[in-house]
């Protein structure tokens, strides 16, 4: 069993409901092991990769190129969701997308898991604080437990390396970005960790 861990798998996992699990690994085994990525994963990959071209500096017409090889209505939608991000940046002035550099070996041990943080982008605050975004850019809502679970731990690996860093998700479908809503428990950590590593299969 792996002893590592991104915080947006334990976040997911450590909420997930037994049913839930048992749903995904059934959806798994019908699907089949493929070579490369499903589908979907490839779908939102390309979002979030013309997104991130948005971040630096793109103009959303151009970002469309990475979504170009999808079919009518897939394609729509995924430029619904770049011009969604568009829109955020325009009203969170106080935080500066342009990508920066991902921290080094930003990760933390939590009970003998190694959790990092795997955030999909680096950006900044207006005060010049890091600021590690997660980019949710599926239908489903994300459970606001999950959401808090994710930031927490996020929070908990920035602290742990003493770095001067924020955490946010970037809703892209409701157009927001959620921020930690409250501070975080140590015990809390640890419970969400060995709540994902014993559903971890």
């Known amino acids: 069993m792996s002893n590592r861990l991104t915080v947006r798998k334990a976040s997911r996992l450590a909420v997930a409901t037994e049913e839930e699990l048992a749903e995904q690994a059934r959806l798994y085994q019908r699907s089949g092991q493929r070579e490369g990525m499903s ?74 898991v190694i959790l990092r943080t795997g955030q999909d982008v680096a950006v900044a605050s207006q005060d010049g604080r890091l600021l590690l975004l997660y980019l949710h850019v599926v239908d489903a809502p994300l459970k606001a437990e999950q959401a808090q679970t994710l930031l927490h731990l996020a929070q908990y690996i920035t602290d742990a390396k003493q770095l001067n860093a924020e955490v946010a998700i970037v809703d892209v479908p409701r157009k927001r970005l959620i921020k930690v809503a409250e501070s975080y428990d140590p015990e809390q950590i640890r419970k969400a960790v060995a709540s994902a590593m014993s559903k971890l299969h």
């Open 39 to 112: 589908f979907p994963l490839w779908y939102t990959n390309c979002i979030k990769l013309a997104v991130k071209d948005v971040c630096a500096g793109l103009s959303a017409n151009d970002a469309y190129a990475r979504l170009a090889n999808f079919p009518g209505p897939l394609k729509d939608k995924a430029e619904g969701l770049v011009r969604n991000f568009v829109e955020i940046v325009a009203a969170n002035d106080d935080v500066d997308f342009t990508p920066r550099p991902s921290p080094p070996k930003c990760s933390a041990t939590v009970d003998g």
